[in-house]
T-cell receptor
Framework: EAQVTQNPRYLITVTGKKLTVTCSQN?????MSWYRQDPGLGLRQIYY???????DKGDVPEGYKVSRKEKRNFPLILESPSPNQTSLYFC?????????????FGPGTRLTVT | AQSVTQLDSHVSVSEGTPVLLRCNYS??????LFWYVQHPNKGLQLLLK??????LVKGINGFEAEFKKSETSFHLTKPSAHMSDAAEYFC?????????????FGGGTRVLVKP
């Protein structure tokens, strides 16, 4: 089944404790992206990757890191999480970065930072 | 720059009555437009998309949307609401910007369907 998977689905952590949220897609997609969803703000892009080894900042990159060493994986790293990073996070992938292609979303990761 | 405005944060309809979700956009280029639906505790699912072909776009589950360039709108409609339509809906514009290809989401419209 074609899908985007994320782990963990739920995470409660404390301020400053480094964490990684994994994202993997099995559709051989070039383009991958991370979003955070906050009430009333829709989804905002954190980082995106056009292809392997090429990543760039989205609208809200502060406090996050990413890497794209393999085509299928695009982990999101919070080096020192803070309470304002409490949010619902989605990973997405698309065949390419051409804007007419739809994005496929993972199930989401709900992160709480205390 | 590009932006999306969903004009209603909440819409309440009775089962069997029409649904209208309004979306206005701005874009410096010819964009692609999408509607996604998010059911509670689920990821986002594509309902339909417009990519410069027919201006009336049909999607899944009886939804359709009309692209009106003169009004910069992309409203989503369904003739008869079903209880399973209760969800949050996002209008999305995807276009080319100075920073490359970019996806911009509206703030979402939460739909409540009353029996």
């Amino acid at each position: 089944e074609a899908q985007v998977t994320q782990n963990p689905r739920y995470l409660i952590t404390v301020t400053g404790k480094k964490l990684t949220v994994t994202c993997s897609q099995n559709m051989n997609h070039e383009y991958m992206s991370w979003y955070r969803q906050d009430p009333g703000l829709g989804l905002r892009q954190i980082y995106y990757s056009m292809n392997v080894e090429v990543t760039d900042k989205g609208d809200v990159p502060e406090g996050y890191k990413v890497s794209r060493k393999e085509k299928r994986n695009f982990p999101l790293i919070l080096e020192s999480p803070s309470p304002n990073q409490t949010s619902l996070y989605f990973c997405a992938s698309s065949r390419t970065a051409i804007h007419s292609y739809e994005q496929y979303f993972g199930p989401g990761t709900r992160l709480t930072v205390t | 720059a590009q932006s999306v405005t969903q004009l209603d944060s909440h819409v309440s309809v009775s089962e069997g009555t029409p649904v209208l979700l309004r979306c206005n956009y701005s874009s410096s280029y010819s964009p692609s437009l999408f509607w996604y639906v998010q059911h509670p505790n689920k990821g986002l699912q594509l309902l339909l998309k417009y990519t410069s072909a027919a201006t009336l776009v049909k999607g899944i589950n009886g939804f359709e949307a009309e692209f009106k360039k003169s009004e910069t709108s992309f409203h989503l409609t369904k003739p008869s609401a079903h209880m399973s339509d209760a969800a949050e809906y996002f209008c999305v514009v995807s276009g080319v910007t100075a920073a490359g290809n970019k996806l911009t989401f509206g703030g979402g419209t939460r739909v409540l369907v009353k029996p």
